[in-house]
């Protein structure tokens, strides 16, 4: 499927989004307080102040509505890193970028719980993403290989792998610390301090795709870089809404 699954109508009455907006909010409240299993969509209704056929008008899962959720924290993210990226031009480096999104995760309640707090509520929403939202999964991976172009072309990251085997590899990376994050500690080695554990994410996805160019490049780039991620910020802002509809 390459589109959401919610066809675009005419914009929504205001009342109906303000209430879709509260919906949202008790959604993500609940999943910090109770944690994403025992939620259900009754739950959220009733801490809304609205009915559950309410909700079910506009989401059709409990996982459809939790990844409206988050898509609505990954929007607030990117747009904070987009602006990041002009105040700190260094950031456009994807090593810093990977280490300050995983922070920036761990400060966010709601990305944290269901990035970081469980790997099975994490493939449950990467499936209902790919059910979902192909059109926006195929804008993500465009603006990462016209990123990683962009880099290359000025030295920053190494050119010795394709640049779509470099996407691959540095979502891998970046991914499997979410993944081991959310794993069970017996046996599982996860440094206990998370500003360690971005450290370690740095240094991973600089030794995948450092370049031979001095980090202090990043300057020449940064603006180019952070427009890359206004349309794909758009785009999320625009899905979020859409589902909610």
Do not use: C
């Amino acid at each position: 499927m390459t589109g959401s699954v919610n066809p675009v109508t005419a914009a929504p009455p205001a009342g109906d989004t303000a209430r879709m907006e509260r919906v949202l909010d008790a959604a993500g409240e609940l999943l910090v307080r109770q944690g994403y299993r025992r939620v259900t969509i009754e739950d959220v209704a009733r801490r809304a102040g609205v009915g559950k056929g309410t909700v079910y008008l506009h989401v059709r899962t409990k996982d459809a509505l939790f990844l409206t959720v988050l898509l609505r924290a990954q929007r607030r993210m990117l747009a904070d890193l987009a602006d990041r990226i002009l105040a700190e031009p260094a950031v456009a480096l994807p090593w810093r970028m990977s280490r300050l999104m995983y922070e920036r995760m761990l400060g966010d309640d709601v990305a944290r719980v269901l990035y970081l707090g469980d790997v099975e509520v994490l493939g449950r929403l990467v499936h209902e993403a790919a059910e979902t939202l192909g059109e926006l999964a195929a804008q993500r991976n465009d603006v990462s290989r016209r990123y990683l172009r962009l880099l290359r072309e000025a030295g920053l990251v190494a050119d010795d792998l394709d640049v779509d085997e470099q996407v691959h590899s540095w979502a891998a990376v970046t991914y499997g610390f979410f993944v081991l994050g959310g794993l069970p500690q017996s046996g599982t080695f996860v440094p206990a301090d998370s500003g360690r554990r971005g450290e370690l994410i740095e240094h991973a996805v600089r030794r995948l795709l450092a370049g031979p160019a001095p980090e202090s490049g990043a300057a020449r780039v940064a603006a180019e870089v952070a427009a890359l991620y206004r349309p794909l910020i758009d785009h999320i802002d625009t899905e979020w809404r859409r589902r909610v509809r």
